[in-house]
Antibody, heavy 121, light 109 residues
Framework: QVQLQESGPGLVKPSETLSLTCTVSGYSISIEYYWGWIRQPPGKGLEWIGTIYHSGNTYSNPSLKSRVTISVDTSKNQFSLKLSSVTAADTAIYYC??????????????WGQGTLVTVSS | SYELTQPPSVSVSPGQTARITCSGDALPKKYAYWYQQKSGQAPVLVIYEDSKRPSGIPERFSGSSSGTMATLTISGAQVEDEADYYCYSTDSSGNHQGVFGGGTKLTVL
């Protein structure tokens, strides 16, 4: 059974870059599937951030695209999220997920437990 | 940008049938997926590709889709089904843009 675990700083200053890593166990990310990020502001709904294939192809939410970088490190079986120029509006629980591909899109199938990132000075 | 619309809340008594809807212009061409999120927990997939149920999900959970609306049905809702439910799909642009609905709070009491 695949397991995912997010890690990274819980506090980021405004205007800085948020950096998170997702470590995958129970499956080699270099084989198949997409690997994605989703966030949830406290008390609010889910927002899809973006996804990456092991080959490096990425797709991201147009509303965040200019600030988002998703990368993969197959040697460590990890993938990462960088979100630049953060503001308080980026405060959220960030989830990583394995995304299964159904041909014309992907959907989050297995989720990490999530990590809270607060943007504050 | 593409949007999926859900009712903010649905309330049923235990044993009744709960129906949660999700509307979106691309749903005639794209699958709908449903997630259950209990307080303080990560979301769990309960329906995929409109109507398929992952292993381990109770049979009382079912899904359907017709035209621009997808529906999650919980037949004989239990108290433990009380949670937030989110639909998910992708837009029709071909750019793999994932979208979640705003979520529906299901109350069973």
């Amino acid at each position: 059974q695949v397991q995912l675990q997010e890690s990274g700083p819980g506090l980021v200053k405004p205007s800085e870059t948020l950096s998170l890593t997702c470590t995958v166990s129970g499956y080699s990310i270099s084989i198949e599937y997409y690997w994605g990020w989703i966030r949830q502001p406290p008390g609010k709904g889910l927002e899809w951030i973006g996804t990456i294939y092991h080959s490096g192809n990425t797709y991201s939410n147009p509303s965040l695209k200019s600030r988002v970088t998703i990368s993969v490190d197959t040697s460590k079986n990890q993938f990462s999220l960088k979100l630049s120029s953060v503001t308080a509006a980026d405060t959220a629980i960030y989830y990583c997920a394995r995304e299964d591909n159904y041909g014309s899109g992907t959907y989050p199938r297995y989720w990490g437990q999530g990590t809270l990132v607060t943007v504050s000075s | 940008s593409y949007e999926l619309t859900q009712p903010p809340s649905v309330s049923v008594s235990p044993g009744q049938t709960a129906r949660i809807t999700c509307s979106g212009d691309a749903l005639p061409k794209k699958y709908a997926y449903w997630y259950q999120q209990k307080s303080g927990q990560a979301p769990v997939l309960v329906i995929y590709e409109d109507s398929k149920r992952p292993s381990g999900i109770p049979e009382r959970f079912s899904g359907s889709s017709s035209g621009t609306m997808a529906t999650l049905t919980i037949s004989g809702a239990q108290v433990e089904d009380e949670a937030d439910y989110y639909c998910y799909s992708t837009d029709s642009s071909g750019n793999h843009q994932g979208v979640f609905g705003g979520g529906t709070k299901l109350t069973v009491l």
